[in-house]
Structures are given as structure tokens and as C-alpha cells.
T-cell receptor, first 115, second 112 residues
């Protein structure tokens, strides 16, 4: 069964460093998402992406964040200058498209720790 | 405002018993979905129920939706130790944001 994959599974970085989190969505999916979950808290929406552009973003997704689909298969989340509070599990999700009601399938997540 | 609040926050039962988790939300929704998360792992989609549906089944899972009360319940029948996980409801609003809004989850512990 096709699945969303994410790399790396864990990343440790120093405050102020740039990180790139990678996702490979399910191959025929058209809508892509990033969510994050700070330890012990709710899963929060960051950004959605469709047709090579951001379709929606939350207040968390500030200028330090960017997303890209560089090659038609990967979908990346870049944090330009990490802060301690960026430490979280980051989930990528994708859905096929068509009706908005379709299921979003999540990847296993990347656990980011900012020191 | 908070969307998608589950109760109880934690639930401990014996293997073979049924587990019921509830979710309440505040705004009009397109659909409501339940996800499972094993400790520190990814989110596994369990079931989606649309706003015009009242009940859905999938294996040992039964989900109900009451849009008049803005609430949903997830029932796991004949629970197993492997069902131990956190369970989250997530809503897709009818208008406005087109991304999922998650609740804070119920931690289910099934004792063997």
C-alpha cells in the first residue's frame, strides 16, 4: 500500500541553523500539507500546498518557514533559522485531490530537536 | 476557539473490554476523522465520517457523529493490547480553513 515517507526520522540542530525536512507524498496525490506536534500538545496545521504554490498557511508559518516541491516527487519544509520552540515532531500529509473531504494520509514524522 | 476536544484524556481498560472516546467541536464541519498515534510515532488514519452521515463501521471500530450536538464518538470493541495508543479526532471545517484541526487526544491503555 502506498505511503507517505519522511526523512530524516530524527534531526538535532543548533539554534539559528537552517534545517530542511523532506517528504515524499503518495505518488498520485495533488495536495500536500505540513503539520507539527510539540511534545504533549495537539497536532497543528502549518501549511498546505497545491499546484506548486501555497494554498493556505497558519499563523505559525512565518517568514522563517518555506516549502518547496523541487522535483515533482519531494516536498520539503525549510526552517531558515531555527529557534528552541521549533522543537517538535513535523508531519507531512498528502491527499489525492478532487473532493475536499478526502482522507489526508500522514507520514511517520521527523522529530526535530533544536538545542 | 478550540476545535476538537476529546474526552476522556486518558482511559485504561482490560483486554476484551470496549473503549469509547468522545470528541466535541465548535464549528460546522465537512467531515470528522479519527487517527491513532502510537507513542512518538506517526498518525494512522482510522476512519472518516462525513457531516451527512451518522454512523460508520470499520472492523472493530464504530464511529458516530451528531452534528446537532457537535460531537462524535469512537468505539473500539473487544480491545487488544495492540490498541494501546493515543486517539485523535480531527475536523475539516465546512468553510474557512481547509486543513484538519486536531483535538488533544485520548490516551488509551489496554491492559493484557
Amino acid at each position: 500500500e502506498p505511503e507517505v515517507t519522511q526523512t530524516p526520522s530524527h534531526q538535532v540542530t543548533q539554534m539559528g541553523q537552517e534545517v530542511i525536512l523532506r517528504c515524499v507524498p503518495i505518488s498520485n496525490h495533488l495536495y500536500f500539507y505540513w503539520y507539527r506536534q510539540i511534545l504533549g500538545q495537539k497536532v497543528e496545521f502549518l501549511v498546505s500546498f497545491y499546484n506548486n504554490e501555497i494554498s493556505e498557511k497558519s499563523e505559525i508559518f512565518d517568514d522563517q518557514f518555506s516549502v518547496e516541491r523541487p522535483d515533482g516527487s519531494n516536498f520539503t519544509l525549510k526552517i531558515r533559522s531555527t529557534k528552541l520552540e521549533d522543537s517538535a515532531m513535523y508531519f507531512c500529509a498528502s491527499r489525492a485531490g478532487g473532493a475536499i473531504m478526502e482522507t489526508q494520509y500522514f507520514g511517520p514524522g521527523t522529530r526535530l530537536l533544536v538545542l | 476557539s478550540q476545535q476538537g476536544e476529546e474526552d476522556p484524556q486518558a482511559l485504561s481498560i482490560q483486554e476484551g473490554e470496549n473503549a469509547t472516546m468522545n470528541c466535541s467541536y465548535k464549528t460546522s464541519i465537512n467531515n470528522l476523522q479519527w487517527y491513532r498515534q502510537n507513542s512518538g510515532r506517526g498518525l494512522v488514519h482510522l476512519i472518516l465520517i462525513r457531516s451527512n452521515e451518522r454512523e460508520k463501521h470499520s472492523g472493530r471500530l464504530r464511529v458516530t457523529l451528531d452534528t446537532s450536538k457537535k460531537s462524535s464518538s469512537l468505539l473500539i470493541t473487544a480491545s487488544r493490547a495492540a490498541d494501546t495508543a493515543s486517539y485523535f479526532c480531527a475536523t475539516l471545517m465546512d468553510t474557512g480553513r481547509r486543513a484538519l484541526t486536531f483535538g488533544s487526544g485520548t490516551r488509551l491503555q489496554v491492559q493484557p
